[in-house]
């Protein structure tokens, strides 16, 4: 069965401190794997679709690369205003679920000033 | 300019009830979606539709019915709403399926609690 898993659940950072969130992943033939951005009351953000291993994406202070197995958000002297949950998803292959995302459960970032 | 909208956002009605969410994009996608988010924030597909096929995740009872009236709406139908159907629930669109990871755009959700 495909699977995404995030770690970890929450994660509290001090302004400035920089640190990584992750996102494994269990699919036969991955097709994309996606970071959005959720922030309370509000819908997914797209942030990133990153499509195979080695390929690396960057945007302000959040960098995001790929392996086989995982997935990385690299997030560089954060913000307050990076507070969020963030959302790793992937695409699975053709057939009854095409073109839909499996979601990891979240990481929910808070970072204080 | 909102890409893809949703109403209500919030939705309060008792069991038993049918009710309807709306969805619109504005972005000329092929694709449409809606997904479920439980208490627990997990978001789970519900349904993909685009003017070809409609591809109904196994697990969604048969009291949920999505309707199309063309390709820039997708609503949610909801027959006899029970308890545990209380949720947010979001639409997204992409500009296509099949073959290819298009990235899907999300509304901003409509709460729905059921008394």
């Known amino acids: 069965e495909d699977q995404v898993t995030q770690s970890p659940e929450a994660l509290r950072l001090q302004e400035g401190e920089s640190s990584s969130l992750n996102c494994s992943y269990t699919?036969?033939?991955?097709?994309?794997l996606f970071w959005y951005r959720q922030d309370p009351g509000k819908g997914p953000e797209f942030l990133f679709t990153?499509?195979?291993a080695g390929e690396e994406k960057e945007k302000e202070r959040l960098k995001a690369t790929l392996t086989k197995k995982e997935s990385f958000l690299h997030i560089t002297a954060p913000k307050p205003e990076d507070s969020a949950t963030y959302l790793c998803?992937?695409?699975?292959?053709?057939?009854?679920?095409?073109?839909?995302?499996?979601f990891g459960k979240g990481t929910k970032l808070s970072v204080k000033p | 300019d909102t890409a893809v909208s949703q109403t209500p956002k919030y939705l309060v009605t008792q069991m038993g009830n049918d009710k309807s969410i709306k969805c619109e994009q504005n972005l000329g996608h092929d694709t449409m979606y809606w997904y479920k988010q439980d208490s627990k924030k997990f978001l789970k597909i519900m349904f993909s539709?685009?003017?070809?096929?409609?591809?109904i995740n196994e697990t969604v009872p048969n009291r949920f019915s999505p309707k199309s009236p063309d390709k820039a709406h997708l609503n949610l139908h909801i027959n006899s709403l029970e308890l545990g159907d209380s949720a947010v629930y979001f639409c997204?669109?992409?500009?296509?399926?099949?073959?290819?990871?298009?990235?899907?755009?999300f509304g901003p959700g409509t709460r729905l609690t059921v008394l």
């Open positions: 997204a669109s992409s500009p296509r399926t099949g073959g290819v990871s298009d990235t899907q755009y």
């Open positions: 990153l499509y195979s």
């Open positions: 699919v036969s033939g991955l097709r994309g």
């Open positions: 539709y685009n003017n070809k096929e409609l591809i």
């Open positions: 998803a992937v695409q699975a292959p053709g057939g009854g679920s095409q073109g839909n995302l499996i």
